[in-house]
Every structure is written in structure tokens, then in C-alpha cells.
């Protein structure tokens, strides 16, 4: 029997593309461990997301790839955190802020310059690896220009 | 559909109640609840149902299953009970399950409230507590801290509007003269009050507001915001009695009816967000509720609006359509939030002055719309006031609830 398939727009797929496994949270930190920022690609409308998200945050498609970011970007807003809580207590103050990749996402991280006159909005930015208390942490430190 | 009117609210004094655990503040504001249906009630027999809210109560005092507690202790069981959670809007999340609870027609008397004993904890160790309702893993683990969440708003707020941390200080020097006037707040004393209160340890002495907020004694928790622009750590519970149209008038004359209620969500991390200066859960419980409601923001009389820090005074202000885009702490500094202003914020003291017991905030703000519209609240009492507005958020207003009451 001939069953009737709804003609539906299908975007078209490289081979492979939405077979991979996508990766799950503990990936992207071991990732960070390495000074590596993975986000993701939605295959249906190209919006780039970090963290990797399973569903596109712009048009809802679950075809998303994982791809790899520069980890580099521009600091939007900071701040100064004087009261820390107890893992952060030995660093306080220090400075934490929202960052723009240079490929649209944006992120929460550690500023690691030495002091606050050291930071502004607009400066560029690089992810640089960090622990606190074994666990992996989004960090940025000032851009070297090669 | 059917009307849904408080009959009572009670709520305890919110502060550092050292000796009571969550559950005697529970029963506390019980005590007034039952106190407060002017023809009396008998919980065990006409409650239908109880909605409880807390946030982190497990990580706070080691004690979960409010909801069941409140039933077991008020003797409403077996009936309906169970926990709500949205952060710090818990509270609201009960009351909005009563009332849909009670719409429904699946009950007709709904006991909603809230509950949190936060004191237990060093200021460090709640301050880690609380940083859960934040994205653990791309916002927690790099160190930010609520404060600090805030602290982001604020610096984008202050960029984009051209506004100034100077200026902002009148929302919380607002907020405090209010919270005088309040028997159930956490401070009852102005702001310049405080500060000489503070100085005298260090042999240091204030004539104006503001040489203590720019003192080293009010010192700065996430830059720009100060210890002032915090709300404190509070212990506290707040109920309020819902009752169907088919009933609330066995039990008073004088009900406050909910006409409007609502809820929204916006990304749980900031950064994520469209607008950093605004929220989109707050805008959208809010708009539902002026719908049901059958109101625009400028039928509003007084509203109750979440100050966790003196910047979300601001934007909660404007996200709710009270005030104009970019005007919130301009409207407190010339006063329209003041108690005899054309639209007055947080008369009970806000989070700021009242206390912040996390998941009771929602229920005490209700309480107050209670007390207010009926007349019953003192010296801070409002003149003709007839319609008010109350939005609580959760987070750093990843969630929020808006409810409108009338007498």
C-alpha cells in the first residue's frame, strides 16, 4: 500500500550532520579544560549558540551541530564582586563579566586582569583556561595581538 | 468565570527570628490569617486545599515538605496540599495555584503562602544558597553572585540611561522612611538613622543620608551596589485566604477581589537576554494580568514591586508600564514613589526595608495589598487607594508573577 508522505521543507543535510552526538554539559568543560569553547550551529536557521543547546534558541529546530568558537570577544558589562561567596572567598575582589564572542553568543565569565582599572567595556578578550576548587571555570584574560 | 476574593492574610514580623524554625513562623502567620476572616473560619473544615512556597528551605534548615506541614499542623489534612518553587517568587506561585485551584471549581477555599528561615546560615553561605535560582554552570561557576547579577543590570541600566548611582540611592532612602511606619518590617528606621546607628561603633557621625551611603560604612558588595542597594537576609511567612464568589461572602463584607493575575519567564542567564535592563518574565505576567484585569498601568493606584536591590526597583517599575522607559529612579527622585506621590512603590518598605525571606516575599507582598485595600494599614496607610498591583520575580527576574487586587 502507498502511504502519502506530507510534503513538509525539509532543509537539506550534509551526511552525518545531525547524527552526531551532541554534546552534554561535562564535554564542554573538558573542552574549556583544554582552552576550547564549543557551542553549536543551528543547521536550520545558522544562529550560533554557546552553551551547546539541544533545541536552536532562535527558531526551535532540533538540528544543531557542534562547532568550534574562537573563544575570543569583547567585554559588554562587568563587575566587581567584594562580597564572594565561600568557594571564591581567597580570590575576592575579583571581576566578573558578560562578554560578546566574536561569532554573536554571549557569556558569563572571570575577568582575570590584575586590577579593575585594568578593565572597560569594550575591551577584547580570550578564553583562558582556569580551575577553582577542580572544577573548570569560564574565564577570559586580555587579547595578545599576534 | 468565577470571581476569587481574599477573605484574610497574616504574615509574621520578617527579620532575624533567631529562636522560631520555619515552622512556627508558618503558624505564626496562621494565627493572624485565622484572626483576620472577619466572621471567622474554621480552617480544618472549609479549607480546601493548601499551596506553600519556599525556595531552598532543604539547604536553609535541613526541612522539606512545607506544604504537607502546613496541612499536618493546621489540621487540613487529607486535603490538597503541596510546594510551589520559582526561586523568589515561590509564594506567588502558590497563590496562583490557589486561585486557578479555586477557579476551577476544584476548591473553594485555597490557604497559599510562603515560608523561609534564612538566618541560619553566615551571610557567604546564603549568598551560595541563593545563587542556584542562577544558571550553576555558566554564571554560578564564574564567581557571580545575585549582587552581582544585579550589579550587571545596574551598570548597563546606568550606560544606557545616563543615570547615576547617586541618584539611585532614593530609592532605598524611600524605602526605609516607609518601612518606619511598618510594625512588620525588618528595619524600622531611616536610612540616616541606621547609618549613625552603624557610625557610632566607629566613632563616626552623618547629618545627611548620603554622606553615609557614600561612607566606608555602607561598603560595596558588586560594584556599583552597595551594602544599602541589598536587601537583607530575613526569616519569615506570610497566608492568604482565596475564596470563590460562591462563598467569600459567608466569611466578610469587606473581601479584596484578585481580578487579574499572571505569570512569565525570560532566560534564566542574563546574558542570554534580549534587554539586560529589562525583564520579559515581569512584562508578560505582568501584561496577562492587565488583561484579566480588564486595566491599563495607568488605573493602578499603588504597587508592590520586587527592590531585592534598589536597581530592580527601578526596572520592575517600567517593565510593569507604571513609568516611562529610562525614568525609574528619576521618578523616585522627585517622589512619585513616595506614599503622598501619583504612584506609590513598595509603601510597606519593599525587600529593602520590609525584609526578603525569599519564599515568603510573594505572599507578604499580597498582604499588603490586603492591608491597604481594606484600610487597615496605619501610618502608611494610602488615601484612596483602590486598585494595586503586586510583582514578585524569581532570580535575577527569570521568572515573575503579577497580581492586581481591588476593594
Known sequence: MLVEVPLVAVPLLHEGDIMEEKPIIDDIFKHIENGKLHGVKCICCGHMMFPPRKFCSHCGSSEVKEIELTGKGTVDIYTVIHVAPPFMKDCSPYMVGIVELDEGPRITGRLLM????????????????????????????KEIKQ | MKKI????????????RKKETGRDLLMEAAEETLKSVDNGITLHEDVDGVWIGYFSSGLFEHQGHYGIIAADWLDIVPNPAWRTEIACASSSAAALTGFMTVRSGMADIALVGGVEKMTS???????????????????????????GLFALMAQAYFKKYNSTWEDMQSIPIKSHHNGKMNPKAQYQNEVLDMGNKLGKKKDMSFDDPMDFLKSS???TVAHPLRLFDCCPISDGAALVLLASEDVANIYTDTPVEITGVGNGTDNLSLHDRP????????IHASRMAYKMAGLEPSDIDFAEVHDCFSINEAIQMEDLGLIPRGEGIKAAVEERTSLDGDIPINPDGGLKSKGHPVGATGAGMLYELWKQLRGEAGKRQLSDAEIGLASNAGGSSASGCAFIARR
Open chain 1, 114 to 141: 590584575d586590577n579593575e582599572e585594568m578593565v572597560e567595556s569594550g575591551m577584547r578578550v580570550a578564553l583562558e583556561p582556569l580551575k577553582k576548587s577542580d572544577k573548570n571555570v569560564i574565564a577570559f584574560k
Open chain 2, 5 to 16: 476574593y481574599m477573605i484574610g492574610a497574616g504574615m509574621t514580623r520578617f527579620g532575624r
Open chain 2, 121 to 147: 546560615l553566615s551571610t557567604a553561605e546564603v549568598t551560595d544558597v541563593l545563587s542556584i535560582a542562577a544558571d550553576d554552570f555558566f554564571e554560578v561557576s564564574a564567581g557571580i553572585t545575585f549582587p
Open chain 2, 217 to 219: 560604612l555602607n561598603f
Open chain 2, 275 to 282: 534587554e539586560i535592563t529589562s525583564s520579559r518574565a515581569t
